[in-house]
């Protein structure tokens, strides 16, 4: 049995991600998601896809990167 993560449940088939070195495990993908993907910028969403980044920031689409000041990201049509 594991422990997810995120919410504590023990679980005896967990989801076991490893990103730099650290391996990290969860009873779901709502958990992994809530613990590990980045958050855009400017509207807080969790960002499931590709995302843009600008300089270190890291945003869900161009139009956030665009309103928070970056200049050059398109989304792709």
Known sequence: MARCETCGNEYSRP????????????????????????TCRRCGIRILGHGVESGVHIYCCAHCARLAGAVGLVDHR
């Open 15 to 38: 989801i076991t991600v490893s990103i730099d070195g650290h391996t990290h495990q969860f009873d779901s993908f709502e958990c992994a998601i809530s613990a590990l993907a980045p």
